[in-house]
């Protein structure tokens, strides 16, 4: 049964058809996708050039030797969800004392994922309107692309789609990059004594931080208080070289911490990445099946498809093929003169 969507291997499938008819007689062609045309029921565009292909080179049939997409995506989403967990166990299980840099969480686990959720917005709004985003000239996804596509004229001939299907499973890997650091910042701190501590060399105030803390605080601060940090717990778990002994009231008062840190990874690391990614998973569908509909030769196909069959030439019986009709006499000639 002919699926209703495109995807990336229907295009390398229609290229190389494309390719191969041009060397086929056109007359030929005519007649195998009128003839293809007849079977096919649905009248769009859409439906009618899958049904095309797929006759005329069923999936079963194409032998690619490259890696596929549907693996290469499950291996990465695996490497992410553990990079994840294991980059925040490490961070967690490696800080000194059991005592955990505010700071330092803050860098890496959430101003680091709206940095780079900012790029990629801007990468995807200068795709979006045609323009070539800025990259590198050593570039990691260009090596990946030319060692996973079947062709490197694909490379190309489908730049605007590819970067957005990188963009997509950029954003989709990073939302399971954070997912998997929420959960390991939800479980090992249960199994173990954490506490949250802040300090700088450029000595900030504790009203300073305490300011950075409500901004941040702010999207949840009116309907769930309990994951704000209080003044009183900022001014108490601001960390020196001095402090040797903490005791049992201020490790529970630097615990308060907890869930204002779980609601900023949660805010500014993994919401940006959904949103990011359902927008990319919808561009990236729009301009694949704009490409596979628009590619080059295939309105020719359509066009193939629709057009009715004319023979020129008339063929007419010769009567001597046929025997007489039995009990049926010819008409006797006139004499001459």
Request: proline fraction near 8%; hydrophobic fraction near 50%.
């Amino acid at each position: 049964m002919t699926h209703s969507r495109p995807d990336i291997q229907d295009l390398y499938r229609l290229a190389g058809q494309l390719e191969r008819d041009q060397q086929e007689p056109v007359a030929a062609l005519r007649e195998r996708d009128r003839a293809i045309a007849l079977d096919c029921g649905s009248a769009a565009v859409l439906p009618r050039l899958l049904c095309w292909l797929d006759a005329v080179a069923p999936p079963a049939t194409v032998v690619s030797k490259s890696l596929s997409e549907a693996s290469a995506a499950l291996l990465a989403r695996l490497l992410a969800l553990a990079s994840g967990f294991a980059a925040m166990a490490g961070f967690l299980l490696g800080s000194e004392r059991a005592l955990v840099n505010v700071f330092l969480f803050l860098a890496l686990f959430v101003f680091s994922q709206l940095l780079l959720c900012l790029l990629a917005a801007l990468l995807m709004w200068r795709s979006a309107r045609g323009q070539v985003p800025l990259a590198l000239p050593l570039n990691p996804a260009r090596w990946i692309l030319q060692r996973s596509l079947p062709d490197d004229r694909y490379l190309r001939e489908l730049q605007p789609l590819l970067r957005l299907l990188l963009l997509r499973y950029g954003q989709e890997l990073g939302a399971l990059f954070t997912l998997a650091a929420a959960l390991a910042f939800l479980l090992i701190p249960a199994l173990g004594e954490f506490s949250f501590v802040w300090g700088s060399t450029f000595q900030p105030g504790a009203g300073l931080v305490q300011g950075l803390m409500d901004t941040l605080a702010w999207p949840w601060a009116s309907w769930l208080p309990a994951a704000t940090v209080p003044a009183e717990v900022v001014a108490g778990s601001r960390f020196h070289p001095a402090l040797v002994t903490l005791d049992r009231a201020g490790i529970e008062s630097m615990r308060g911490w907890w869930p204002f840190l779980f609601l900023c990874l949660l805010c500014y690391g993994l919401l940006p990445r959904l949103l990011l990614w359902g927008l990319s998973r919808l561009l990236a569908r729009r301009l694949l099946v704009h490409s596979f509909v628009h590619y080059p030769g295939a309105e020719l196909v359509l066009a193939r498809m629709e057009a009715p069959l004319l023979r020129t030439r008339a063929s007419t019986p010769d009567p001597g093929q046929f025997p007489p009709i039995p009990g049926r006499r010819g008409r006797p000639r006139p004499a001459a003169g």
